[in-house]
């Protein structure tokens, strides 16, 4: 049976704001660590959208609910809880009081399953301090509906409130502004912390953590946030943090989210950052040490405006967050480092979207820019496509409509949308509208192949490639040396590169033949790259060694993924153990005993790719 979308505007939630919207959130919960859950109750604002509307359709996922009613008059309301699947949950419809006015506000009294999607308890023992418990949300895609009763779609946006309740020693942080907090008035072990979110923003962006952290001044607008042990290394990784948001002010338009404060999260966190409003959430392998992976915080900072501000209607159009965020991101380093650098990126971009390409398969639809998401979990289709696929589209549009014009439009852009969400459809009509006197230059667009067609993009823009070109350079010597006599090459080769051209340099090996052996153990005494801590270039190194089917690159990599859980690097190093007979046994016991620990998201995943890889 073919599967069915969930809704007419979303194919992955089955709320129905076009009938009943939520304009208003407010959160009263207390966190429990001794059953790992979260208790109390929401109250949801909401407006009918035409007079014969009698119901509120949300989503919920894996949520007790114990009652509803009506807060204004306090009158008990029916309601119905359909059957659950596996990815999306369950349809939760509250019937609405016939006589009431358009908009009333429904109080519903819940508690969170311990197995809840957007949430991970770690233990004392799991944290780097080992004295106290830890939580940390992740909504994205579709997991806000495990935290709370919601209309778990991107294309409804909604200010909050919060009241979280947790144990007195332990710190709350949201994707809110802070506004205070007391001692429990019964419970002096417990502290009651209040936020607020003025700005509407889409269930998928409602965050929390709570754990012993440390906060240390980074810009007249930012802290960072961590457990003690690493707070002054973010601190310091993090310090250009101003001068990011400055260069995307100056690019866009003014920051409206007040604060922007880093979380850096334990190492089990799935993503490289989270674009959580206030608080953006990151992996701490971006803690290199010299600043170099800090792009990350571009990135997320981008988010500020493409994503959070102007927001995809729906998770098929996803590229139109990311693809616009990268190219964002990549704007900021042209900024701060110059335009060679913005090429240089672009073109190791380009080359992971071809890996990714190579990986799922060129005719997979998945692929597509706006791909087909009927009855298909998010999740599932989560790739470099609509980061890397969607930022070449916007490059190829700027070189073929001018720079400063595509800059100008692409403030524009920010302005007339900025609060709402749309559909690739809408994006492209603004963009005929504004650039109506360049209709025959869009027209020279293959809109279908871009949107529509699997694989890479139809076009690949021109990007300059000095700063790529000494990546190139060494590894033609490596890929032409024989390998009995290496004699040429020395510690002095990578001495003027950066640790991003270290990376490009490793990345472009793993795209060419296995190499033998026999260099890499000569690549390694002389560049000593095992002992590398960056975890981009320790990420590369080890993959070339496993396609190499070097026995030596078997623990680190098992030691890789068992030390964090960032997506990126944890399920292609799995894919790569599971496809080699003489590491596969091994990448399997270490995923059982890992799996405990992992975020669910993370497991889920890297178990369809173990799955997939026996077929």
Not at 5 to 19: E, I, Q, V
Not at 43 to 72: C, F, G, P, W
Not at 236 to 264: C, H, N, Q
Not at 340 to 348: P, Q, S
């Amino acid at each position: 049976m073919e599967a069915a979308r969930l809704s007419p505007g979303d194919p992955n939630s089955f709320s129905r704001p076009d009938l009943c919207v939520v304009r208003r959130i407010h959160l009263n919960l207390t966190v429990n660590f001794a059953l790992n859950i979260l208790s109390g109750s929401v109250d949801l604002s909401v407006e009918r959208q035409r007079n014969d509307v009698h119901s509120v359709v949300l989503d919920a996922k894996q949520l007790t609910i114990e009652e509803v009613h009506h807060l204004e008059t306090g009158k008990t309301l029916k309601y119905t809880l359909d059957g659950a699947t596996a990815s999306f949950g369950s349809k939760f419809e509250i019937h609405l009081p016939t006589e009431s006015p358009e908009c009333i506000t429904v109080r519903i009294k819940y508690r969170t399953s311990s197995n809840a999607s957007a949430l991970q308890w770690l233990k004392s023992e799991q944290t780097a301090g080992k004295k106290h418990p830890y939580l940390f949300s992740q909504c994205q895609a579709i997991h806000a509906r495990s935290i709370l009763p919601c209309q778990d779609t991107p294309s409804v946006k909604a200010p909050y409130t919060a009241e979280i309740c947790v144990p007195a020693d332990l710190v709350v942080l949201m994707s809110a502004v802070r506004s205070g907090s007391v001692l429990h008035a019964e419970d002096s072990t417990l502290r009651l912390h209040k936020f607020e979110q003025k700005v509407p923003i889409p269930s998928y962006l409602i965050a929390i953590v709570v754990g012993a952290l440390e906060s240390r001044k980074i810009g007249p607008r930012s802290h960072v946030w961590s457990e003690k042990e690493f707070v002054d290394a973010a601190a310091y990784e993090f310090s250009e943090t101003e001068e990011m948001l400055k260069a995307g002010e100056e690019l866009l338009t003014p920051y409206v989210w007040g604060i922007y404060d880093l979380l850096v999260l334990p190492p089990s966190f799935p993503f490289g950052g989270m674009e959580n409003p206030c608080i953006t959430f990151v992996t701490p392998t971006l803690l290199a040490g010299d600043k170099s992976l800090a792009n990350v915080i571009a990135h997320e900072i981008a988010h500020s405006w493409t994503g959070n501000l102007v927001t995809n209607a729906n998770w098929e159009h996803f590229w139109l967050n990311e693809g616009h965020t990268v190219f964002v991101e990549r704007k900021i380093a042209s900024r701060m480092a110059g335009e060679k650098e913005r090429d240089f990126e672009a073109l190791g971009g380009w080359k992971e979207l071809q890996g990714t390409i190579d990986s799922m398969g060129a005719d997979n639809k998945l692929t597509n820019l706006v791909p087909d998401l009927t009855g298909v979990d998010p999740d599932d289709a989560f790739s470099t496509v609509p980061y890397e696929k969607g930022f070449n589209l916007l490059v190829h549009l700027e070189q073929l409509l001018g720079i400063a014009e595509f800059e100008l439009w692409l403030k524009h852009y920010i302005q007339t949308m900025q609060y709402k969400s749309l559909k690739t459809g809408e994006w492209k009509d603004m963009l005929y509208s504004y650039f109506s006197d360049k209709k025959t230059l869009l027209d020279s667009v293959d809109w279908d192949a871009w949107f529509n067609t699997p694989g890479m993009p139809p076009i690949k823009p021109q990007y300059d490639t000095t700063l790529s070109d000494a990546c190139t350079g060494l590894r033609e010597r490596w890929v032409r040396a024989d390998e009995t006599d290496l004699q040429a090459f020395s510690k002095d080769d990578i001495k003027e590169m950066s640790s991003k051209q270290l990376r490009e340099f490793l990345a472009q090996l793993f795209m060419q033949e296995p190499m033998p052996i026999a260099k890499l153990e000569a690549m390694d005494q002389l560049y000593d790259l095992s002992t590398v801590k960056n975890s981009e270039i320790r990420f590369r190194w080890i993959r070339l060694g496993l396609k190499a089917h070097w026995q030596k690159s078997i623990q680190p990599a098992l030691g890789m993924v068992t030390e964090q859980g960032r997506m990126k690097f944890t399920r292609p190093l799995y894919r790569d153990l599971f496809s080699w007979d003489e590491s596969r046994a091994a990448g399997l016991q270490t995923l059982e005993k890992n799996r405990p620990f992992m975020h669910s998201t993370t497991a889920g995943l890297v178990t369809k790719d173990l799955n997939a890889n026996k077929l």
